[in-house]
Protein backbone atom coordinates (compact mmCIF):
# COMPACT_ATOMS: atom_id res chain seq x y z
CA UNK A 1 0.00 0.00 0.00
CA UNK A 2 1.40 2.77 -0.87
CA UNK A 3 1.98 5.68 1.99
CA UNK A 4 2.61 8.76 -0.03
CA UNK A 5 0.98 10.77 -2.57
CA UNK A 6 1.76 8.99 -5.60
CA UNK A 7 0.19 8.26 -9.09
CA UNK A 8 0.96 6.92 -12.36
CA UNK A 9 2.35 8.71 -14.78
CA UNK A 10 4.66 9.13 -17.63
CA UNK A 11 8.34 7.94 -17.43
CA UNK A 12 11.71 8.54 -18.40
CA UNK A 13 12.66 5.36 -17.98
CA UNK A 14 10.16 2.93 -19.27
CA UNK A 15 6.50 4.01 -20.44
CA UNK A 16 4.79 4.45 -17.29
CA UNK A 17 6.22 5.24 -13.80
CA UNK A 18 5.39 6.14 -10.18
CA UNK A 19 5.22 9.73 -9.79
CA UNK A 20 5.48 11.70 -6.63
CA UNK A 21 2.65 14.29 -6.27
CA UNK A 22 4.47 15.81 -3.15
CA UNK A 23 7.80 16.52 -1.42
CA UNK A 24 8.77 12.94 0.62
CA UNK A 25 11.52 13.51 2.46
CA UNK A 26 14.45 10.81 2.89
CA UNK A 27 13.32 8.11 5.49
CA UNK A 28 9.72 8.61 4.75
CA UNK A 29 7.93 4.73 4.60
CA UNK A 30 6.56 5.01 1.41
CA UNK A 31 5.03 1.76 1.01
CA UNK A 32 4.36 -0.86 2.92
CA UNK A 33 3.17 -4.88 2.34
CA UNK A 34 -1.11 -4.86 3.58
CA UNK A 35 -2.18 -7.88 3.05
CA UNK A 36 -5.84 -8.02 2.28
CA UNK A 37 -5.02 -4.55 0.55
CA UNK A 38 -2.01 -6.07 -1.96
CA UNK A 39 -2.88 -9.25 -2.81
CA UNK A 40 -1.03 -12.74 -2.00
CA UNK A 41 -0.59 -15.87 -4.21
CA UNK A 42 0.78 -19.19 -3.89
CA UNK A 43 2.31 -20.99 -6.82
CA UNK A 44 -0.69 -23.15 -6.72
CA UNK A 45 -3.50 -20.16 -6.97
CA UNK A 46 -1.20 -18.56 -9.66
CA UNK A 47 -1.36 -21.27 -11.86
CA UNK A 48 -5.15 -21.76 -11.40
CA UNK A 49 -5.32 -18.54 -13.17
CA UNK A 50 -4.96 -18.38 -17.10
CA UNK A 51 -2.31 -17.68 -18.54
CA UNK A 52 -3.23 -13.89 -18.88
CA UNK A 53 -3.55 -13.51 -15.58
CA UNK A 54 -0.15 -14.86 -14.71
CA UNK A 55 1.55 -12.92 -17.10
CA UNK A 56 0.36 -9.92 -15.09
CA UNK A 57 1.46 -10.91 -12.22
CA UNK A 58 4.43 -12.01 -13.35
CA UNK A 59 4.98 -8.26 -14.45
CA UNK A 60 3.59 -6.40 -12.07
CA UNK A 61 4.45 -8.72 -9.02
CA UNK A 62 7.11 -9.83 -7.17
CA UNK A 63 8.06 -13.50 -5.88
CA UNK A 64 8.36 -13.50 -1.64
CA UNK A 65 10.30 -16.20 -0.98
CA UNK A 66 10.35 -15.18 2.85
CA UNK A 67 6.11 -15.05 2.67
CA UNK A 68 6.68 -17.80 -0.14
CA UNK A 69 3.93 -15.50 -2.10
CA UNK A 70 3.40 -13.82 -5.25
CA UNK A 71 2.86 -9.91 -4.14
CA UNK A 72 0.57 -8.29 -6.35
CA UNK A 73 -0.08 -4.31 -5.16
CA UNK A 74 -3.39 -3.03 -5.89
CA UNK A 75 -2.40 0.25 -6.12
CA UNK A 76 -0.21 2.43 -8.46
CA UNK A 77 3.33 1.04 -6.64
CA UNK A 78 2.97 -1.70 -9.19
CA UNK A 79 4.01 1.35 -11.42
CA UNK A 80 7.44 1.63 -9.34
CA UNK A 81 10.43 1.73 -12.16
CA UNK A 82 14.05 -0.14 -11.61
CA UNK A 83 17.01 2.52 -11.52
CA UNK A 84 20.42 1.65 -10.61
CA UNK A 85 20.37 4.70 -8.08
CA UNK A 86 16.74 4.24 -6.88
CA UNK A 87 14.59 6.77 -4.87
CA UNK A 88 13.27 4.50 -2.53
CA UNK A 89 15.38 1.25 -0.66
CA UNK A 90 13.03 -1.60 -0.03
CA UNK A 91 13.44 -3.34 2.89
CA UNK A 92 10.73 -7.32 2.45
CA UNK A 93 7.32 -5.49 3.49
CA UNK A 94 8.29 -1.82 3.01
CA UNK A 95 9.98 0.70 1.25
CA UNK A 96 11.41 3.69 2.59
CA UNK A 97 12.63 7.16 0.69
CA UNK A 98 16.59 6.90 0.01
CA UNK A 99 16.84 10.71 0.04
CA UNK A 100 14.45 13.77 -0.69
CA UNK A 101 12.01 12.79 -3.57
CA UNK A 102 10.77 16.02 -5.71
CA UNK A 103 6.76 16.57 -6.61
CA UNK A 104 6.90 15.56 -10.08
CA UNK A 105 9.88 13.18 -9.83
CA UNK A 106 9.63 9.47 -10.49
CA UNK A 107 9.69 6.78 -7.39
CA UNK A 108 12.41 3.78 -8.26
CA UNK A 109 13.37 1.01 -6.62
CA UNK A 110 16.58 -1.45 -7.33
CA UNK A 111 14.76 -4.64 -8.52
CA UNK A 112 18.73 -6.20 -8.19
CA UNK A 113 17.57 -5.50 -3.99
CA UNK A 114 14.75 -8.42 -4.18
CA UNK A 115 17.17 -10.65 -6.03
CA UNK A 116 19.65 -10.24 -3.30
CA UNK A 117 17.67 -9.88 -0.44
CA UNK A 118 16.20 -13.12 -1.59
CA UNK A 119 19.47 -15.48 -2.60
CA UNK A 120 18.74 -14.96 -6.41
CA UNK A 121 21.57 -13.28 -7.92
Same mark, same amino acid.
Given at each position: ??? +??? !?????????? *???????????????????? &? @?? =????????????? +???? +??? /? *??? @?????????????? !??????? %???? =?? /?? @??? +??? !????? *? %? %??????? @???? !? &??? *?
Amino acid at each position: MLL +VHA !RVGISKIHGF *GLIAQEFIPKGTVTWKLVPG &F @DR =LFTEEELQSFPPS +VQAQ +VHH /Y *GHY @DPELNRYVLCSDDA !RFTNHAN %EPTE =LS /YG @DYS +VAA !RDIQP *G %E %EITCDYG @DFAH !R &FGE *G
